[in-house]
């Protein structure tokens, strides 16, 4: 059964700081991962997909990597912004094509 | 640019009422989800469609059930409403393949009282 963990669940920088979110899975048969984003009382935005093939995708200050066979991946942050303060989820699709959700890590960014 | 639709997006329900949560998506994607989505649990998968005329269980199927009208609808049902489906609802559609990436409804918030 695939499990996603992330890793924090909750974390505050201050303003300016770079992070990193982790993410890990137990099934590395899968299609992609994604990264997406949720604010509160909203819905799901993706941010980057990568596909099973793929080390890494970049968005912006965003920069998410994918390694496989050790059921990891993280999501960069460069030079954070109030604005980047919500949960951030990752998600893997696997090959029977069900979705699979990470618990999230809640993130705030202080001015 | 709709993207995926949900309605309503809030209701309130009586214990054993029976309700239909409506999905549509208008990006011809084959699948198509329903989560739940509870205070510190995460989205948790209710059934997933992979393709027209096929679903399946998810992880928390118990007390509800699914229809793939066709390519764009999948309904979700609540047949006797209990307090512990009290939750925010999502739908979100995908191709099965993880080719493209999967978009969310905005959400149906439920109370069941």
């Known amino acids: 059964k695939q499990e996603v963990t992330q890793i924090p669940a909750a974390l505050s920088v201050p303003e300016g700081e770079n992070l990193v979110l982790n993410c890990s899975f137990t099934?590395?048969?899968?299609?992609?991962l994604q990264w997406f984003r949720q604010d509160p009382g909203k819905g799901l935005t993706s941010l980057l997909l990568?596909?099973?093939?793929?080390r890494e995708q970049t968005s912006g200050r965003l920069n998410a990597s994918l390694d496989k066979s050790s059921g990891r991946s993280t999501l960069y942050i460069a030079a954070s912004q109030p604005g980047d303060s919500a949960t951030y989820l990752c998600?893997?699709?696997?090959?029977?094509?069900?979705?699979?959700f990470g618990q999230g890590t809640e993130l705030s960014v202080k001015p | 640019n709709a993207g995926v639709t949900q309605t309503p997006k809030f209701q309130v329900l009586k214990t054993g009422q029976s309700m239909t949560l409506q999905c549509a998506q208008d990006?011809?994607?084959?699948?198509m989800y329903w989560y739940r989505q509870d205070p510190g649990m995460g989205l948790r998968l209710i059934y997933y469609?992979?393709?027209?005329?096929?679903?399946d269980k998810g992880e928390v199927p118990n007390g509800y059930n699914v229809s793939r009208l066709n390519k764009r609808e999948f309904s979700l049902r609540l047949e006797s409403a209990a307090p512990s489906q009290t939750s925010v609802y999502f739908c979100?559609?995908?191709?099965?393949?993880?080719?493209?990436?999967?978009?969310f409804g905005q959400g149906t918030r439920l109370t069941v009282v």
């Open positions: 979100a559609s995908s191709e099965v393949t993880g080719a493209t990436e999967a978009f």
């Open positions: 099934d590395s048969a899968i299609y992609n």
């Open positions: 990568i596909q099973s093939s793929q």
């Open positions: 998600a893997v699709t696997d090959q029977g094509g069900k979705l699979i």
């Open positions: 990006m011809n994607h084959n699948s």
């Open positions: 469609s992979a393709s027209e005329g096929t679903t």
